[in-house]
């Protein structure tokens, strides 16, 4: 697989950051695989934060 072969080439540097990305990759490489070549994405949901915040929360808190 060419995810294999890329973590294999950088393996002798000294580069701890990029042997964990690396890594990761090669853990998950089906799903990089897939989410690379597949046509479906959730790219308009990523980042977004969905989170009520600490007032929502708060005002949820004392009115229960």
């Known amino acids: 697989m060419t995810l294999t072969r890329g973590s294999a080439q950088y393996a002798p540097d000294d580069l701890p950051a990029l042997h964990s990305f690396t890594l990761g990759l090669d853990k998950d490489a089906e799903a990089v695989v897939a ?6 994405s959730n790219g308009p949901t990523e980042g977004t934060d969905t989170s009520a915040g600490f007032a929502l929360l708060r005002q949820r808190v004392l009115l229960s």
């Not at 989410?35 to 479906?40: Q, S, Y």
């Open 35 to 40: 989410g690379l070549t597949l046509p479906h």
